[in-house]
């Protein structure tokens, strides 16, 4: 909870130092064990993570009794009190990459009761090395794999402040620093302008377009979402496990998916810029009234419909329903940015309405896709 402080004509809001040690350690670990990793592997990866955090605290007595690593525990020690008060006076709520400070020191108080077990243990001290070596190189190449697919299941309200670090995770899609590179190449190499729609058009746009600036210097080349009216070449932007889910590309690639397109565009007229950059938050976060606003077009039975909000982090868009010839319908995909919707056993045409709460509709993307072979 945050605490407050008030000066004459100025209101100061601080952060909790408890819950952002709590919310930064046992949350962070949390989120890695129950959410960025396979499934399968969550249970061993929880036990693994408990039993080397208990060997280091058991043995932090017998480091505190070397002088040495006292001094380099007092060290870290202050270090995550000073993390942990610092974060509290920036700002009332602490995002997760803020955090990352406290894991550090963190660390070097676990290391350290390791290195205290290997001293009183000489024999044992090979297998701990191996052992860490393990730890170090198996969780971000669990990661890595798991976000090779597209998505990962990822508590959003902890995104933004890690005191909501037990909130449940719904689908966010996530995109590795090889393939934005890959994609950057590919998208400076085309002639003209390139609309980026749903997944990738979110993610492109996050990144503010670093891989195009890095290698052909601009961004003005490539739009996010919309551009019905644009003479562009569009990239339909599902994950591979998106389209694998959607049966639009069963074992498709990140290089497969960077290149497929969408039958039609329905939605907007026009294509967002890329942000420059130079003012944060990236875009505006826009105060506009939220009220509830349809879209209604007419679509064949095998055309998957694909609605994101691209920029959701920055107004708060609300998916809310969708009407295939009058009957609702469930999403066949959804994640924190984009719906998915078909209905193959509706009659042509299918007239479908997309319901969506939000004060900006320019910002919301619709296209329509199918499988390259139909």
Not at 327 to 342: E, G, I, N, V
Not at 347 to 356: C, G, T, Y
């Amino acid at each position: 909870m945050a605490q407050g402080a008030r000066l004459p004509g100025i209101e100061i809001s601080f952060g909790n130092p408890w819950q952002i040690l709590v919310g930064g350690v046992v949350g962070g670990a949390a989120l890695l064990s129950d959410h960025l990793v396979d499934p399968g592997w969550q249970a061993a990866v929880r036990v693994v993570l408990l039993a080397a955090a208990a060997v280091a605290l058991c043995a932090a007595p017998l480091a505190w009794r070397e002088v040495r690593l006292r001094r380099a525990m007092d060290f870290c020690l202050l270090a995550l009190v000073l993390g942990c008060v610092g974060l509290a006076l920036l700002r009332e709520r602490t995002p997760f990459y803020m955090a990352l400070l406290l894991w550090p020191p963190v660390a070097g108080l676990m290391a350290l009761g390791w290195h205290a077990v290997a001293l009183q243990f000489p024999r044992g001290k090979a297998a701990l090395f191996a052992l860490g070596w393990v730890l170090a190189v198996a969780g971000p190449g669990m990661i890595i794999l798991r976000a090779q697919q597209g998505f990962m299941q990822v508590p959003t309200a902890a995104l933004f402040d890690i005191a909501n670090w037990r909130a449940p995770g719904d689908p966010k899609a996530l995109l590795p620093a090889w393939h934005l590179d890959r994609l950057g190449h590919e998208l400076c190499e085309q002639p003209g302008r390139v609309v980026l729609h749903a997944e990738l058009g979110a993610l492109f746009d996050a990144a503010l377009g670093l891989s195009t600036r890095l290698q052909c210097g601009q961004t003005s080349r490539v739009g996010i979402g919309g551009g019905a009216e644009e003479a562009a070449t569009h990239r339909l932007g599902l994950p591979p496990i998106a389209l694998s889910r959607l049966g639009l590309r069963d074992g498709a690639t990140w290089s497969q998916a960077f290149r497929l397109q969408p039958r039609r565009v329905i939605a907007p007229a026009t294509s967002a810029s890329i942000p420059d950059g130079m003012r944060y938050p990236f875009r505006l976060q826009h105060s506009v009234p939220q009220q509830v606003h349809a879209w209604e077009f007419d679509a064949e039975p095998d055309e998957t419909i694909v609605l994101t909000t691209p920029f959701r982090p920055y107004h708060r868009a609300q998916h809310l329903d969708a009407y295939a010839n009058g009957q609702r319908q469930a999403p066949r995909l959804a994640s924190y940015a984009t719906s998915a919707f078909r209905c193959e056993s509706c009659r042509a045409p299918v007239h479908w309405r997309l319901e969506v709460r939000t004060g900006l509709p320019e910002q919301v993307d619709i296209v329509t896709a199918v499988a390259p072979d139909r």
